[in-house]
Every structure is written in structure tokens, then in C-alpha cells.
């Protein structure tokens, strides 16, 4: 059962709308199933001789009241109103009980607490089988306006007991930190336009996606422009600074032919400007030096920072833990970027999926997440890694979204804990399209059974605990050759197994060799290495710091996205 508060200031207005046709002719027997009064509530719905004026008039009598002693001044926002919809499979309510949830959530709210003579005039319309509408104007009988703070929060627990004690299904509770959700208009609008989302969550993973990607301020605001999406900055009037800023896209205008303009916290929390700076800086950044040591590719580092990310999940330091969730968000969008195969599409809703895990009431450490974070924007402009070590990373990240399940469920974020699970299958699903036909090669190419039995001899004496099960996995074979590769570029194949045997989910992997055989193929080549490194200290004298990517580089990858417009 969802409820969602807003407030207006128009009681003819929402009357017109409550017992009128709807926008696509989709209210069927509109009338009033419970209000303050129902002797004293007009209902245009069941009276012919009701008007809507009428029962305005009824419901503004306080307001009306107020008015005069304000000399004029109407209260602001004084319409309060709040939709109360059922979930989808859930059986339909009577009027007797829909009377009965509204009775509870005005008093829940404040709006009309059970007893109080002087409490706001509401009412509750129902003109569909699975919601109502309930309607107040908050000014009471004593004048003064009523209590409603935190109202949608305490809707929302409202609801959970209503579904508990309804046989209804029971929704997951929210914490404040979710975006805001698509009103019936914009969906509406969405709809007529043929498109699949509506502006608002266009808007919002476009704003993620770039976020994700760009280094600096400036480039996150250039490569949405570039994007055809209108940038509007408010300027504090004292500083001159950026203090907040608006989003329209292109082609969303009013009536009047002008933009539709969305501010970035209203997209979501974290895409506020002050959350968006703690992760962003304000200025170019210095270019990361080539150090020697750090010769992995940029897939490598993800990969090793998502195992890393596992670990601090496991660890008593939740804002670490919080800050790793938030740049893993940014992982999953730049991986979605970087992958051209097949798989693309669930990487991306994957990433989309887990924008709501990213964020929940816990501050965020974003200092300690700055490795992942940092790797995950070197992915977003490397070069296409085809093959194992591609499925070593998407590997990782399908581990790290079952571990992000489990932290926010152990934390009581339901919501985050639902959306880090739906991220969770649509990695599996990636995975398996990925995975399997790279395993089949890797198992063709198996070593001869001579070099075959010297790695099972490997396996035995590096990981007894489990060498059985290894043995025993369909993928033996595939990880017989990625031992093979391993030993070619210059590992040592014990120590290696041992190294890979000692992270974490091999004790409850379903399939080891599988699991050792993405971990093996994600270790950097030693000769690669060593090679780098000679080539390096030759020329120390001339080495120059990393290239950073531009803002039109960044688009380039960003915009393929976009295109359900």
C-alpha cells in the first residue's frame, strides 16, 4: 500500500479532478466513502443536486475563517493531499474498508487525529478499484494548522500495519532517501510520447551516468549540456556561487513552450549539489602519475577494488562501508559503459537498479571509497577488454551486490535491500550470458591430461580444504587452462591458488573452479609486469603523468544510453 503526500492550494481544483473523467477518461464512479462529516460533505458523486463548488465551500469553511483574520492572506499550501494505492495483485477493497484506511492515515498524520472535535475537514474520494484519494485543508477549527510533519513518513507506517492486518502485501518501508516517484501526470505524459520512462528518470540516470564518469564539477554540467540536456546553475546572491541547479530535457516544455525544469536533489538525494561536490571536485584535479608498481589495467583495479569493497561490507565501519555502496554505484554505470556485448543491457539495469541501494540514512565515507571510485572512472574511458578478464569483473561485482543485499537488510533498509537484490539478478542474468561461452573456449582449450594432473596436483597441495570440490566442478577444465596462461605469463601456480583460494565465497561458492578460474584470469601478467617496470625506470626522466580523459571523450560513451528519446 503506498501513500504519497503533496500539498497544493486549489480545493475547487483537486475537487474538479477527484470526481471528473481523468485524463484519459479512467475514473469510473467517482464518490466520497468516508470524510469529517459524511452528513456534511456534499457528494457530487452520489447527489445530483451536489456541486463541486459546494463542497468546496465545506471544506474551506476554516480556511475561509483564517483568511479573514489575516486580512485577506490565504494560508499557503493549505490543500493536503494524499493518494493511498493498493500494490499490484492485491485483492480489491470495499468502501467499508477503504473508509477505514482513510480514518487511520488522517489520524496517523495529523490531519485528524481520532477524537479531536476541531481537527481539518477531509474527505476520502474513491474512483478506481485499487486506490483512493484523501483530501484536507489544514487549517482546524481553533484556526491554528495542524501538526504534519514527517506526514509521508508516518503514512508509510501506517501502511504496513494496514497491510498486516488487511492480509495485504506487505511493501518494503522507506527511510526518506528514495527519489522522488513519477506522478500520475508524467506518466501519462511519458506514455503519449511512446517513451518507456518518464522525463524525471530519464533525467536522473543520465545525471548518474555522467556523475559516474567525469572527474570535476565543470565537467559534470558540460557533458549534460552536451548531451542536449539544458543546464540552469542558481547563483547564491551574496558569493556568486553555484548553490544549486535545475535539469531539462530536450524536447519537455509547458504549455507556454517552456522547459520543464527538474532541481537535481528532486531527481534524487544524492545528485544534490552538496552531495554531488563530496564526491566530485571543484576543480581540475591533478593528473594521476604512472607509478611503476601500478601496472594493472583499469579493469584489473576495479575488479581488486570490488574485492576490497567486500571486505570493508564485512568490517564494524559502516560509513565506510556506505561510501564503498555509493562508488560501487558509480562502478556499475561505468562497467555498463565499457561493455559492448550482449550482456549490456543487464548491466545497465543493473546499474539502474541499484541506484537506490547506493544511498540510505547512514553518512557516507566517500574518502575511504576513493580507490574504487577513482577505478571506476579510469573504466569508464579504457579500451574494450574482451573476454575473461571482462567476466572477472562482472564476477566480482555479482558478489558485491549479494553482500550489499545482506548489509542493508542487516540494517533494517528494506527499500535498499530490495533494489541491491533486483541489481543482484540482473548481474546473474549478465553473468551467465557472458560467462558461458567463455567458459566453453576455456574448457576446449584445455592442457593435455599430463599438465592437467600436475595442476591437480597443484590444487591439492595449495587448497586441501577444497580440492575435492574444485576437482569435481564442470569448470575444472576451463580453470586448467587459466593455470595454464597463469604459469605462461609468470606465476607461480601454488602460490597463486593459494592467493585466489584465500578471498572470499569459495567456502559457499556453488562452483569453485568457476569462482578460482575469473580470479586467475584476473591476475596481471609478472612478465608484463617486470617488463613495465625496466621499461619505466629507463625512462624515469620523461614519464608524464596519465592522460585525462575530456568532457566530449566522456560523452561519447554517456549518450549511448540516452537514446530512448
Known amino acids: 500500500m503506498v501513500p504519497d503526500v503533496s500539498t497544493g492550494s486549489d480545493t475547487r481544483g483537486l475537487i ?4 471528473g473523467p481523468g485524463r484519459r477518461d479512467e475514473h469510473i464512479d467517482p464518490h466520497i466513502v468516508a470524510a469529517w462529516d459524511m452528513a456534511g460533505a456534499p457528494d457530487p458523486g452520489r447527489d445530483a443536486a451536489a456541486t463541486y463548488t459546494q463542497l468546496a465551500k465545506r471544506l474551506d469553511t476554516h480556511v475561509d475563517l483564517r483568511t479573514r483574520e489575516l486580512g485577506g492572506k490565504k494560508p499557503p499550501q493549505h490543500v493536503w493531499h494524499c493518494p493511498v494505492r493498493t500494490a499490484p495483485g492485491d485483492r480489491y477493497l470495499t468502501d467499508a474498508e ?16 481520532e477524537g479531536d472535535e476541531r481537527a481539518c475537514r477531509w474527505i476520502a474520494v474513491r474512483h478506481a478499484d485499487d486506490h483512493i484519494h484523501l483530501m484536507a485543508t489544514t487549517v482546524r477549527a481553533d484556526g491554528r494548522r495542524p501538526r504534519t510533519h514527517h506526514d509521508g513518513q508516518r503514512a508509510q507506517a501506517e501502511c504496513r500495519k494496514i497491510e ?4 495485504l502485501r506487505r511493501l518494503k518501508s522507506g ?11 508524467e506518466r501519462a505524459k511519458a506514455e503519449r510520447r511512446g517513451q518507456t520512462v518518464t522525463t524525471r528518470q530519464w533525467l536522473r540516470e543520465q545525471a548518474y551516468a555522467v556523475a559516474a564518469a567525469v572527474r570535476t564539477e565543470a565537467d559534470y554540467f558540460t557533458v549534460l549540456r552536451s548531451l542536449s540536456i539544458q543546464v540552469k546553475p542558481r547563483i547564491g546572491p551574496e558569493t556568486g556561487d553555484v548553490i544549486g541547479y535545475s535539469l531539462a530535457a530536450p524536447g519537455d516544455t509547458n504549455d507556454q513552450g517552456e522547459p520543464i525544469w527538474y532541481g537535481g536533489s528532486k531527481l534524487a538525494p544524492d545528485l544534490s549539489i552538496n552531495r554531488l561536490r563530496e564526491r566530485l571536485a571543484t576543480q581540475e584535479v591533478a593528473d594521476r602519475p604512472q607509478h611503476v608498481a601500478d601496472s594493472n589495467t583499469p579493469w584489473c583495479r576495479v575488479e581488486s577494488a570490488l574485492n576490497t569493497a567486500s571486505a570493508v561490507l564485512d568490517s564494524d565501519d559502516d560509513a565506510a562501508a556506505q561510501g564503498h555502496l555509493d562508488a560501487f554505484g558509480d562502478a556499475l554505470h561505468t562497467m555498463a559503459h565499457a561493455t559492448n556485448g550482449p550482456h549490456r543491457d543487464e548491466l545497465v539495469a543493473a546499474a539502474q537498479a541499484f541506484n537506490r541501494a547506493r544511498r540510505s540514512t547512514i553518512r557516507a565515507d566517500h574518502q ?16 574494450d577488454e574482451p573476454g575473461g578478464l571482462a567476466i572477472a569483473l562482472l564476477f566480482a561485482a555479482l558478489h558485491l551486490a549479494c553482500a550489499s543485499a545482506k548489509w542493508h537488510e542487516q540494517r533494517g533498509h528494506e527499500q535498499q535491500a530490495a533494489a541491491a537484490e533486483q541489481a543482484f539478478r540482473h548481474l546473474q542474468a549478465g553473468y551467465q550470458q557472458a560467462a558461458e561461452p567463455v567458459l566453453a573456449n576455456l574448457a576446449r582449450r584445455a592442457p593435455r591430461a599430463t599438465t592437467a594432473s600436475r595442476f591437480e596436483q597443484d590444487v591439492r597441495a595449495a587448497l586441501p580444504d577444497h580440492a575435492d570440490r574444485v576437482l569435481a566442478d564442470p569448470a575444472w577444465a576451463a580453470l586448467t587452462t587459466a593455470l595454464a596462461h597463469a604459469e605462461t605469463a609468470g606465476h607461480n601456480r601454488r602460490r597463486l591458488l593459494a592467493k585466489v583460494g584465500a578471498q572470499r565465497e569459495l567456502d559457499s561458492a556453488e562452483h569453485p573452479a568457476e569462482v578460482l578460474t575469473w580470479r586467475i584470469t584476473a591476475q596481471p601478467s609478472r612478465r608484463a609486469q617486470s617488463a613495465r617496470r625496466r621499461s619505466t625506470v629507463r625512462g624515469t626522466s620523461s614519464m608524464s603523468a596519465a592522460p585525462q580523459p575530456s568532457a ?14
Open 368 to 383: 575511504a571509497a576513493t580507490a574504487l571510485r577513482q577505478a571506476a572512472k579510469e573504466l569508464s574511458h579504457a579500451p
Open 552 to 565: 566530449t571523450q566522456v560523452n561519447m560513451r554517456v549518450e549511448e544510453r540516452g537514446r530512448h528519446r
Open 175 to 185: 527511510d526518506l532517501t528514495a527519489p522522488r516517484t513519477p506522478t500520475g501526470a
Open 98 to 113: 477503504w473508509a477505514k484506511v482513510a480514518r487511520r492515515i488522517v489520524h496517523a498524520t495529523g490531519i485528524a487525529p
Open 16 to 19: 474538479v479532478y477527484l470526481f
Open 164 to 167: 498486516t492486518e488487511f492480509g
